[in-house]
C-alpha cells in the first residue's frame, strides 16, 4: 500500500503543470492593466475591462471596442470589435455586425470571422449564421456543414436536426 500511495505522488509530481509568472490586474484612474508577481507594469493602466481567457489571453476593452491580449501584453487581436462573449473558459467571440468570429486563448481563429451569428453547440461545435442560413463549423475550425440550411437544431448531445 505505501509503494502504491508512493507512486501516486511521484506521478503527481512528475506531471504538475508549471505555469508562467502570475500576472495580475492593477488600476489606476479607473483603467486597468497587466503586472507580473513582483508589481513590474507590463500594460500600463489604459484598458476599461480586463477578462481573463485561459492561462495566457485577456480580453480587452479600450473605449467601445474589444480585441484580445496576451499575459506579455501583446495585442493578439486588434480591439476593434464592437461585440464580445466569452464562450467557455479557453473561446471568445468577437464581432461587429457580419463579421462574428471564435478564437482561442492564444488569437488563434477557430471560426472565420464572416458569420453573422456564432453560437456554441455541444462537442465543441460552432453554429453559425450567414446570408439566414446555418451551418456547422467544428473546434478545430473544420467546416461540418456549409452555410445552407434553414434551421439546425440540437435538442440533445448526439441527436441533430437539420431542416433544408
Known amino acids: 500500500m505505501k509503494r502504491f500511495f508512493g507512486f501516486i505522488i511521484i506521478i503527481l509530481l512528475l506531471t504538475s503543470t508549471v505555469f508562467a509568472a502570475d500576472v495580475k490586474v492593477f488600476s489606476e484612474k479607473n483603467k486597468f492593466g497587466l503586472q507580473d508577481a513582483a508589481g513590474n507594469q507590463i500594460t500600463p ?9 485561459g492561462q495566457t489571453g485577456w480580453i480587452a476593452q479600450k473605449k467601445s471596442k474589444y480585441g484580445l491580449i496576451n499575459s506579455s501584453g501583446d495585442v493578439l487581436i486588434p480591439l476593434k470589435y464592437r461585440h ?34 456564432v453560437s456554441m453547440l455541444f462537442g465543441g ?10 451551418g456547422i463549423v467544428d473546434k478545430h475550425g473544420r467546416v461540418i456543414l456549409e452555410n445552407k440550411f434553414d434551421d439546425i437544431y440540437m435538442p440533445k448531445p448526439n441527436i441533430m436536426r437539420i431542416q433544408y
Open 45 to 53: 493602466a489604459q484598458y476599461s475591462k480586463l477578462i481573463r481567457l
Open 125 to 134: 461545435m460552432f453554429l453559425t449564421k450567414k446570408d439566414y442560413k446555418y
Open 84 to 117: 464580445v462573449d466569452r464562450l467557455t473558459s479557453k473561446y471568445v467571440k468577437f464581432g461587429n455586425d457580419n463579421d462574428f468570429a471564435v478564437y482561442d486563448e492564444f488569437g488563434k481563429t477557430i471560426v472565420q470571422p464572416q458569420y453573422s451569428s
